[in-house]
C-alpha cells in the first residue's frame, strides 16, 4: 500500500469466518484501517471473543418495518475529506444510506462491497441495490463471476471502477491439517457443512440416502440450526439414520478436519455459499445442483467436471444418480480432488482476499 488515506470498513457483523481476512488487512494497513460492526448473536460464528485496536463496536441492529434495519451507533463513525469507506452492500439497511450521504458531504469516497447478485436477491432489492450504485465511487464484489455478470447487464457501459475478492476463508490451518486424498481409502462418503436451515435443503441428501442407487451411502452432517430435529426424524423414518452422522456446528478446525478427512465427497443440496469453499479447501470434489441463479456468489469456484458434480436443483433422483456415479469412479475423485486444491490454494482464500482488497485501494488513489 503505497497511499495515506484512512480505510473504513463497515460491517453488520465480524462472524469467525470474516476475522483472519480483516485481521490480515489491519497486518498490511495498519493504523490507516479501521472495522465498525455490530455484535448480533449467530451461534457460533460469533463465539469467538475479538480485541483489537482496529475494531470498534457498534451498538445493536434495530428491526423497522417493511423488513428494514437499522444499525444503532453508525451516525458517529469519523469521516474525513480523502477518507475511504467500505460498506456492506446491505440495501435494507437505512443506516447504510445515511452513511453514503454522510460520505458524500465529507468528501469521503465510498466502496460499495457485497453481492451483485445472490440466491437471496428479491428483484425489488436487487433495483434498489443498483440505483444505490449510482451514488457510490466503487463496487466491490465477492467474487469475479459478479464483475463478468454486472459488465454483461451494463452492457459495455460500466462507468464504475468495479473489483472482485473471491470470497474464501482462511486456509492456513486446513493446510496443516487436511489429509492426502485418496477416494479408496477413505471411510466415509459424504460430508455436509453449514448451517441447518431452509436454504440448505439438505432434507434432499436424505431422502437420497433412501433409494436403491444410495442404499450403502453414508453422510456425515457438521452443522446446527433450526432444522436439526426435523431432519433427524426424517432420518429415522426413512430408516437411513444408521447411516447419518451428525456433528454440532463448530469453528474449531481440528474437530472439523477429523470428518473432512475421511470423506470422499463434499455435498450441499441447497443455495451453496461460503461451505463449498470449506469443502474444496481439503481437496474434497463437491456436488451442487446446477441452477447458479439460486446459489450464493461463491458457487462461482464451483467447475463442473474440473472439481465437483451437478445435479439438477430439488430433484432426489437425479441427487442419487449423481451421488452414486461419483462414487464409483474414484480415479476422477482424486483428479477433482488436485483441481480443487489447485483453485483454493492460489484464489478464494484469506491471503489472496487480503491483497485483492488493499490493491484497489492502490487503485482507486491511482485513479
Known amino acids: 500500500m503505497k497511499g495515506k488515506s484512512k480505510i473504513v470498513l463497515v460491517q453488520p457483523a465480524l462472524p469467525a469466518y470474516r476475522i483472519p481476512f480483516v485481521s490480515r488487512v489491519s497486518g498490511l494497513l495498519g493504523k490507516r484501517f479501521s472495522v465498525y460492526a455490530s455484535k448480533p448473536d449467530m451461534g457460533v460464528l460469533s ?24 444499525q444503532r451507533g453508525i451516525l458517529g463513525i469519523p469521516l474525513f475529506k480523502g477518507d475511504v469507506i467500505v460498506i456492506s452492500a446491505a440495501p435494507r439497511y437505512l443506516s447504510n444510506i445515511v452513511l453514503i450521504i454522510r460520505a458524500r458531504l465529507a468528501g469521503a469516497r465510498v466502496v460499495w462491497f457485497g453481492h451483485y447478485w445472490s440466491g437471496t436477491s428479491r428483484r425489488s432489492l436487487f433495483a434498489l441495490r443498483k440505483l444505490i450504485y449510482r451514488y457510490v465511487d466503487v463496487l466491490l464484489f465477492y467474487t469475479e463471476c459478479e464483475v463478468r455478470q454486472y459488465e454483461e447487464d451494463s452492457g459495455g457501459t460500466v462507468e464504475k471502477l468495479c473489483f472482485a475478492l473471491n470470497n474464501g ?41 433412501a433409494t436403491d442407487r444410495c442404499s450403502k451411502v453414508s453422510l456425515d452432517v457438521i452443522g446446527g440450526g433450526p432444522d436439526v430435529g426435523r431432519l433427524k426424524s426424517l432420518a429415522v423414518s426413512l430408516g437411513v439414520d444408521a447411516r447419518v452422522h451428525w456433528h454440532a456446528g463448530t469453528i474449531d478446525e481440528r474437530k472439523i478436519a477429523s470428518v473432512m478427512n475421511r470423506s470422499k ?4 443440496p441447497g443455495s451453496v455459499g461460503l461451505s463449498l469453499i470449506h469443502g474444496l479447501s481439503y481437496g474434497l470434489p463437491a456436488i451442487i445442483h446446477g441452477n447458479r441463479r439460486t446459489h450464493m456468489p461463491e458457487c462461482c469456484a464451483f467447475k463442473k467436471g474440473i472439481n465437483g458434480f451437478d445435479f439438477e436443483e430439488g430433484s432426489v433422483s437425479s441427487l442419487s444418480d449423481v451421488i452414486s456415479a461419483a462414487l464409483s469412479d474414484t480415479s476422477r475423485l482424486s483428479a477433482m480432488s488436485e483441481s480443487a486444491l489447485n483453485l483454493i490454494d492460489r484464489t478464494y482464500n484469506a491471503e489472496d482476499m487480503c491483497n485483492r482488497f488493499c490493491d484497489v485501494f492502490d487503485r482507486i488513489e491511482a485513479a
Open 169 to 209: 476463508i482462511e486456509t492456513s490451518a486446513v493446510r496443516q491439517l487436511r489429509a492426502p486424498y485418496d477416494a479408496s481409502g477413505r471411510l466415509r462418503d459424504l460430508v455436509f457443512i453449514g448451517r441447518l436451515e431452509k436454504k440448505a435443503r439438505l432434507e434432499l441428501i436424505i431422502e437420497a440416502l
Open 47 to 70: 463465539s469467538l471473543r475479538l480485541d483489537r485496536e482496529w475494531v470498534n463496536w457498534l451498538g445493536p441492529i434495530i428491526s423497522l418495518p417493511q423488513g428494514l434495519f437499522w
Open 265 to 268: 465427497l463434499f455435498i450441499y
